[in-house]
């Protein structure tokens, strides 16, 4: 049966492309959505960012070594034909000498041939493979563009060619840009969307949502518009898992492991039976079963079989049971007195403890000590004619008689707990979608058996560090991928509407960051270089982002800036002898301004020069 497979590339801190802000979060929320609500899983989707864990021994920061190595690997020993996989690549593209190059995190626009990925050789490989290929591309970024030539042209060509399932970002002759208010590429937002809701279970439908949604959005963000190039050789090629495909590779996975099993060679009955502790335990990973098994091959070694006649064996058996039968009795006749005592000796403590709680309570526990011990017939207790059952010990105080009070866990032993359980499923605290996929497999835990009650313990706890990681993002202004996380978190849970109010008001940030973001890039626009009275202006336009609202940080940063800018002009005027065009653009520099205070200063010292001759 066909395996589900993802590879999801995202690049942000280029060494010699300007670093993007949004590539390395796009391919992280594909690969959580493949693996938490697709049912891909986790050991299948491959993740390579700037920041992504290594595979055991194996890094993934996204070199151009690695990812072909990784790829060589796949094929060689992994990938079956008929594999789905799913080739994602967020970061800068480039077309030289007409041919098209992804671009790794190291390569070099000056060495694009030895440092870039050849997108032909790329699908080539794939397509040997054999394959159920999906390639999804973001690489058409303005800063990597090149006179005349159009990055993704020959991608399209390729695609045609060999067959291949392929979308790309925007056409050739548009750039692929990112929204740091939606935390993604608009690209990738309008694919996530699309797989959300639905409307992404076939590559027709997939191409539908996308021609629509992603102008929208970028329409939306007040950025130019991309049309994504979508090449589909099946239109209605199914290129998500259905449940049932899940589950038969799950079926599948199972079976595997049987036959490895199967495969190991059975030790014989004169085996060591340390050697048949030791692959028992590796096995099943249960020390009990190795223990027991240890325990059963010591005796067989200990008392082989020994063959013995009917008549000795019947012989044996009456004697035995003849000298037997008075122990037996004397045994069970001492155990039942010695436990009739015992509960004498209980309850007499327990009415002592009485007496030294409660001095009212001493006639109720001594009169009644012979009462409590009897048994009382159905009929006198509805009756109530022969005797009046008076109250007995309170529970408690036969609990602590029994068995020592249970000190329960602190939070943070239950959090260490907790973590110490999500480490077992090698899933990392710091990702959202690995919280909401460790809630999932402990809510399968049934009430009533082994484990329930840690497992709840654990859930309450991940449902929060869900939270606490949508807070962090929001601090951040990482909106989009803050309300993601929290929308992980489900109705049942305590922290259910905390989350959902966090959301409501992250979104109203997002607006409002959006629209200041919006308005910082007009006053940006309005500056010219070395025109004094720009960037005034562009600094009364700053002013309108309110202090506290979302971007009023970069506002008043961009508003210091602008103001030292215009005080260097200022001094540079007055270098030259220009005293009165100095004061003039010295007067520009507006109050509250990290500057102000030295413009008036030099101000005031201007004007008590001489006048120029």
């Keep these: 049966m066909a395996n589900n497979w993802a590879i999801a590339i995202g ?28 049912g891909f899983f986790q050991q299948q989707c491959l993740l390579m960012t700037d920041t992504s864990p290594p595979l055991g021994d194996r890094s993934t920061y996204p070199t151009k070594e690695n990812i072909l190595l990784l790829l060589e690997d796949l094929a060689a020993a992994c990938w079956q034909p008929q594999d789905r996989l799913w080739f994602f690549f967020s970061g800068y593209g480039i077309n030289h000498n007409g041919q098209d190059y992804l671009m790794p995190i190291e390569a070099n626009p000056a060495h694009i041939e030895e440092t870039g990925i050849e997108l032909r050789a790329l699908m080539q490989n794939l397509q040997l493979a054999r394959l159920d290929t999906l390639i999804l591309l973001d690489i058409n970024r303005a800063y990597a563009s090149q006179a005349n030539t159009l990055i993704g042209q ?3 060509e390729l695609a045609q060619e060999l067959q291949i399932p392929t979308i790309i970002s925007c056409q050739p002759e548009q750039f692929s840009h990112e929204s740091t208010e939606l935390g993604h590429g608009f690209f990738t937002a309008a694919v996530l969307e699309a797989l959300r809701s639905g409307n992404g279970k076939t590559l027709d439908d997939l191409e539908r949502y996308l021609s629509l949604r992603t102008p929208e959005l970028c329409q939306h963000y007040w950025r130019p518009t991309q049309n994504p190039v979508t090449i589909i050789p099946s239109r209605q090629q199914e290129i998500l898992p259905t449940s049932q495909t899940n589950h038969r590779i799950k079926n599948t996975t199972a079976l595997s492991s049987k036959e490895i099993l199967a495969a190991v060679p059975t030790p014989s009955l004169h085996s060591n039976s340390h050697q048949l502790t030791a692959h028992t335990t590796t096995w099943n990973g249960v020390g009990e079963v190795g223990g027991m098994e240890e ?3 010591n005796y067989s070694s200990l008392s082989p079989p020994a063959t013995t006649n ?16 008075p122990l037996l009795w004397w045994g069970v006749s001492t155990m039942m007195v010695i436990g009739l005592l015992t509960v004498v000796f209980l309850r007499n403590q327990a009415g002592f403890r009485t007496v030294e709680i409660s001095p009212a309570a001493t006639k109720t526990a001594t009169d009644d000590s012979d009462t409590e011990i009897l048994p009382v017939l159905p009929e006198v207790a509805r009756n109530n004619k022969i005797v009046k059952i008076l109250p007995t010990v309170p529970p408690p105080l036969q609990n602590n008689q029994i068995k020592p009070p249970t000190v329960p866990l602190s939070e943070s032993a239950k959090r260490q707990q907790a973590l110490s359980d999500l480490a077992k499923m090698s899933l990392q605290p710091n990702q959202a979608s690995d919280l909401s996929l460790a809630i999932a497999k402990a809510k399968k835990i049934k009430p009533g058996t082994q484990g329930y009650e840690q497992a709840q313990t654990n859930i309450k706890i991940w449902s929060g560090m869900i939270l606490d990681l949508a807070k962090n993002r929001a601090k951040q202004r990482k909106y989009a991928t803050a309300v993601a996380a929290a929308e992980l978190i489900n109705q049942d849970q305590p922290n259910y509407p905390q989350a959902q109010a966090a959301i409501q008001q992250w979104r109203q940030q997002a607006k409002q960051y959006v629209a200041n973001t919006t308005l910082l890039d007009a006053a940006n626009g309005l500056i010219q270089p070395g025109q004094a009275s720009t960037y005034n202006r562009a600094i009364e336009v700053a002013k309108k982002v309110s202090p506290g609202e979302p971007g009023s940080e970069q506002a008043r940063k961009s508003i210091n800036k602008w103001s030292e800018i215009i005080l260097q002009l200022a ?6 002898g220009e005293t009165k ?3 003039a653009t010295a007067s520009l520099v507006p109050e509250g301004t990290s500057a102000y205070n030295k413009a008036q200063q030099a101000i005031e010292k201007w004007q008590n020069r001489k006048p120029q001759k």
Excluded: H
């Design 581 to 583: 065009a100095a004061i």
């Design 154 to 156: 020959e991608a399209i």
């Design 571 to 576: 001094m540079r005027r007055a270098s030259r």
């Design 11 to 38: 690049v942000n801190q280029y060494q010699f492309f300007q670093p993007l802000g949004c590539a390395q979060a796009d391919a992280e929320a594909l690969k959580d959505f493949l693996v938490v609500e697709a």
């Design 295 to 297: 325990e059963i091959s």
């Design 310 to 325: 009917y008549s000795q064996a019947k012989q044996t058996a009456t004697a035995s049971t003849s000298i037997w039968k």
